[in-house]
Nanobody, 124 residues
C-alpha cells in the first residue's frame, strides 16, 4: 500500500516562499506524481505534475513561473517550491501518485493514491 506524507505547509506573507515535500513509501517510486490544492468552498484543482523520468512537468496557468515541481527518486520524495506566494494560493495542498505506466495527467481522477494534505495560508 502506497503512503504519501506531505510536509512544509504554513502561514506566510504575500511574496514569501515555501517548499512542500511529499515522501512516498510502501511501493516503488517509478510513477508520475502531482500536486493539487483545495481552497475552502472550492473544488480540488491541479497545480503541477512531474513524470517519473526525464522528467516532464506540467503546471497550472495560475502558478506557472512561480511554482516549481521536482523529485528526488533516491529519496522517494517530490517537492513543490512556491515563490511569490499570493493570498489566492491559500489552500490545502495534496500530493498524489499515478498508476504505473500512466500518461502524465492534470486530472485528479488519473491519480490513485493521495496524501493527507498540508495547509498553506498566505496572508496579505
Amino acid at each position: 500500500q502506497v503512503q504519501l506524507v506531505e510536509s512544509g505547509g504554513g502561514l506566510v506573507l504575500a511574496g514569501d516562499s515555501l517548499r512542500l515535500s511529499c515522501a512516498a513509501s510502501g511501493g516503488t517510486f517509478t510513477r508520475n506524481m502531482g500536486w493539487f490544492r483545495q481552497a475552502p468552498g472550492k473544488e480540488r484543482e491541479f497545480v503541477a505534475a512531474i513524470s517519473w523520468s526525464s522528467p516532464t512537468t506540467y503546471y497550472a496557468d495560475s502558478v506557472k513561473g512561480r511554482f516549481t515541481i521536482s523529485r528526488d527518486n533516491a529519496k522517494n520524495t517530490v517537492y513543490l517550491r512556491m515563490d511569490s506566494l499570493k493570498p489566492e494560493d491559500t489552500a490545502v495542498y495534496y500530493c498524489a501518485i499515478a498508476p504505473y505506466g500512466s500518461a502524465l495527467s492534470v486530472a485528479s481522477n488519473d491519480y490513485r493514491y493521495w496524501g493527507q494534505g498540508t495547509q498553506v495560508t498566505v496572508s496579505s
